[in-house]
């Protein structure tokens, strides 16, 4: 039998450093929530697992205009952190839907978006809130906007030799959210469909809107065409309505475990409208 | 919009195999300590016959539940069982327990009746101990003796009990009865929802259960089984999928993973409450509440969905597109 190779890294030198050698061999394993589970079905059969969860990457901090999230981040630490409540309080409510505690304790936002599953419950509060990635290798680092980052199920922009270091997330505390998630049940599920909305408003006008969903789609998508439909605009019931079916257009759900096609599509056009209907609240007329 | 409705399902349930013909057995053997080694074959899948088998078996020969040692890895060296099944196994081993003490108590006594120069009759049991009727001060503790029929008596005993339900299926020919069943037990659950008529989910905001226990012998497992068994209900209403699956049927589950049941997240408020109508012929009047309490939920569920929305989902799990599809059909008729 093959034996399997254990790589702890000490610091983020280290991962890229092995990550370099050993490329696509290489598993990049933190809490293992996702990675563990397809190691157990042998979905996944790699020769060597590259330990990147004691490598300093598990920090939250503040830096001008930007919150900054080591990729090795626990998922609970997320929950936990005041300066995460205080200006992402989108990416709190997100966070706390996701799986259960223990699942949590172990689970990180980097691993979360690196697994790239269209239903990875992060990313839409993340692509609602502009984030990007900050991509590591020996000789490079790159920033990617995070609705760039996938290109498939399971598939990202990252080469063999590359690592998502850091998420990083404007802050902008004006900013209206909601967040909405259907599940099979209240934990421990992923997403029929997850839907986050974000709004800058000045006075009735929506200067700017983003409305990102997930579990409909090849990835997480962010709804461009819906999203700019409110841009500059009063919004009123009837632009609601527009937007609505403008998202339906934009999503491609598949029916699965989950919930079929049909559902998820006319989950979208309600979960939307009521998401934005909850941001304007008295102000929409 | 958000709709709430309540409905309330009403049960009662046989105790035991319908038609009878089911047995099970127990024996008990006197340790010389005065412990007892209890051999039972029914099988424990957490519904507590452990516990409450020794419990039974402690209270008629007035041994320390702790002292007793009980036997039940093994159908080779314990009674037969006929199974854990049809709620049958507290009634069932429960009377077993209860014959074998019997016959190991009577025993006890006409070992203590030589010892003590009295006859079997005149003796019962308090506190733990062996004693003469109208001469309180003329007594043995079970260990006293077990210790001299183990050791100086030379001899074992060893109490034998089982309990049978005579084959039920000859209809009288002259008023057509049938003795069928061993006991009912009776049940109600009341459900209160609220189903989204937007997004089709239900949530439930509240169970009130009550179920017949006819006695109840051990009162933390007899609750914990009410609310375990109506868990179960809440999850083959609403969540769980056997054939046809859900959305299609080429996607069933492939691991326990995809097959959804309730978390603790799912369980809403629940109010339990147990009666007791005694049974004939079950240990101390008990009857069986295993399988019933997984049956209410449905049916006071869909009817709480019937009392919200006005549209009957008549086949479980009753998913989020079941309702919206059946919401659909309303407004076209």
């Known amino acids: 039998m093959a034996e399997k190779v254990f790589l702890k890294a000490k610091d983020v030198n280290e991962i890229i450093e092995l990550k370099s050698k050993y490329g696509q061999k290489a598993k990049v394993i933190a809490g293992g929530t996702d990675v563990m589970v397809r190691v157990n079905t042998l979905v996944e059969t790699p020769d060597c697992f590259l330990y990147i969860g004691e490598a300093g990457l598990n920090y939250i901090k503040e830096e001008n205009d930007n919150i900054i999230i080591g990729a090795a981040t626990k998922l609970n630490d997320i929950i936990a952190s005041p300066l995460i409540k205080k200006h992402l309080p989108l990416l709190v409510e997100a966070v706390s839907g996701m ?173 939307v409208k009521n998401l934005i209907e909850q941001i304007l609240g008295k102000g929409m007329k | 919009m958000k709709k709430r409705g309540k409905g309330v399902a009403l049960i009662y349930y046989p105790t035991g195999m319908a038609g009878g013909g089911d047995t099970t057995q127990a024996f008990v053997k006197i340790k010389p300590d005065g412990g007892a080694d209890l051999f039972l074959g029914s099988c424990e899948i957490g519904q507590g016959i452990k516990t409450v088998a020794c419990q039974i078996l402690s209270d008629e020969l007035g041994i320390p539940y702790d002292q007793i040692v009980l036997h039940n890895s093994s159908t080779d060296d314990t009674g037969i069982c006929t199974g854990t099944f049809a709620s049958r196994v507290t009634y069932f081993a429960g009377n077993a327990v209860r014959a074998a003490a019997a016959d190991a108590r009577q025993q006890l006594f006409e070992y203590a009746a030589l010892e003590l120069g009295v006859t079997p009759s005149e003796l019962s049991l308090q506190d733990n101990k062996i004693v003469v009727a109208n001469e309180p001060n003329k007594s043995m503790t079970i260990a006293e003796i077990a210790g001299k029929v183990n050791w100086t008596m030379g001899k074992l005993i060893l109490g034998k009990g089982n309990f049978w339900k005579e084959p039920g299926r000859i209809i009288d020919a002259e008023n057509g009865q049938i003795d069928v069943i061993t006991t009912l037990a009776y049940g109600a659950t009341l459900a209160e929802v609220e189903v989204d008529t937007e997004t089709g989910q239900v949530e439930v905001l509240k169970l009130t259960n009550v179920f017949d226990t006819g006695k109840t012998i051990n009162p933390l497992l007899a609750e914990g089984q009410i609310d375990g068994g109506v868990v179960m209900g809440i999850g083959s209403t609403l969540m769980e999928n056997a054939n046809p699956y859900y959305p299609t049927d080429n996607l069933k589950p492939k691991t326990l993973g995809d097959y959804i049941i309730p978390t603790t997240m799912d369980v809403p408020p629940m109010q339990s409450f147990i009666v007791e109508y005694p049974s004939a012929n079950g240990p101390y009047g008990a009857k069986g509440i295993g399988e019933m309490t997984a049956n209410t939920a449905s049916p006071a569920i869909a009817n709480a969905i019937y009392d919200a929305i006005g549209v009957w989902i008549n086949d479980i799990p009753v998913t989020p597109e079941k309702i919206l599809k059946a919401l659909e059909s309303q407004n076209m008729a």
């Open chain 1, 99 to 271: 799986a259960s505690v223990a699942v949590r304790n172990m689970g990180t936002i980097g691993g979360n978006i690196c697994n790239a599953s269209p239903a990875a419950d992060t990313v839409p509060a993340l692509l609602a809130l502009e984030a990007s990635v900050i991509i590591v290798s020996k000789d490079s680092q790159r920033t990617v906007a995070m609705k760039e980052f996938f290109t498939g199920p399971g598939k990202t922009v990252l080469n063999p030799d590359e690592i998502v270091k850091e998420i990083i997330i404007p802050k902008n505390d004006n900013l209206k959210w909601a967040y909405k998630k259907i599940g099979r049940r209240k934990a421990d599920t992923l997403s029929v469909i997850s839907v986050a909305v974000t709004m800058n408003l000045k006075d009735d006008v929506c200067k700017d809107a983003k409305i990102a969903l997930g579990a409909v789609a090849p990835t997480p998508i962010l709804a461009l065409n819906a999203s700019a439909l409110l841009c500059d605009k009063k919004v009123d019931s009837l632009l609601v309505d527009k937007v609505a079916n403008e998202v339906e257009k934009e999503i491609a759900p598949i029916d699965d475990q989950r919930g079929s096609a049909w559902y998820r599509r006319r989950m979208s056009k309600i979960i």
